[in-house]
Structures are given as structure tokens and as C-alpha cells.
């Protein structure tokens, strides 16, 4: 089992910033892949950034890019996502998830976060 547990969320105007974290213990070595996904009110979950372990390969939304930047720390077995710019429309419960192959499909992560908001005036 791998638990994930989410932090950094809060209250920031549009045009702000803010870096969540992800801290990743239990059977880390059995995932290849970090992953943020958001969920806003009455909204499907959408992805939001990878990365894999190595590093080497990193993706994200198209609504997300040249704002958004996912990182990790392996000695930490920490995951990143700083969040510049942000727009009202970000606003959402941020999760983490984990998984064995990288992708934008939620389905593909096994491990998940409770989730931490994230909250953008206007």
C-alpha cells in the first residue's frame, strides 16, 4: 500500500500562487508515476500534471501549461505542484495520485490523497 497525503491548498486571489505538496510513504517503490488531478463542484475529476519517478517524463492540461509546474523530490518521496497565475476557474479540491504507468487517465492510478482545496477570488 502506498498513502499520499496532500498539503499547501488554501485561499489566494487570481493572479497568485500557490505550491501544494505531496508526501508519498509506504510501498513508494512500487509506483512509477505522480499525478494532481482536480475536481471543482459539480464538475468530472480532471487531470491537471504528471511525472514520473525518473523525472523524465512530465505532462499537463492544456488549461494548466506555462502556469502550472510539477516536480518531486525521490529523497523525499515528495511530489510538487507549484501553481502560478491562478485563475477562479482553478479553484477545485487538488488530489494526488500515484500509479504503475504514466497517464491522464485517472483510472490508471491506484493510490489516491484526501484531496486538499485550492481557492481563487476573483
Known amino acids: 500500500q502506498v498513502q499520499l497525503v496532500e498539503s499547501g491548498g488554501g485561499l489566494v486571489q487570481a493572479g497568485g500562487s500557490l505550491r501544494l505538496s505531496c508526501a508519498a510513504s509506504?510501498?513508494?517503490?512500487?509506483?512509477?508515476?505522480m499525478g494532481w488531478f482536480r475536481q471543482a463542484p459539480g464538475k468530472e475529476r480532471e487531470f491537471v500534471a504528471a511525472?514520473?519517478?525518473?523525472?523524465?517524463?512530465?505532462g499537463y492540461a492544456d488549461s494548466v501549461k506555462g502556469r502550472f509546474t510539477i516536480s518531486n523530490d525521490n529523497a523525499k518521496n515528495t511530489v510538487y505542484l507549484q501553481m502560478n497565475s491562478l485563475k477562479p476557474e482553478d479553484t477545485a479540491v487538488y488530489y494526488c495520485?500515484?500509479?504503475?504507468?504514466?497517464?491522464?487517465?485517472?483510472?490508471?492510478?491506484?493510490?489516491w490523497g484526501q484531496g486538499t482545496q485550492v481557492t481563487v477570488s476573483s
Open positions: 495520485a500515484a500509479g504503475w504507468s504514466y497517464s491522464g487517465r485517472a483510472s490508471t492510478y491506484n493510490y
Open positions: 509506504g510501498r513508494t517503490y512500487s509506483t512509477s508515476t
Open positions: 511525472i514520473t519517478r525518473s523525472g523524465d517524463t512530465i
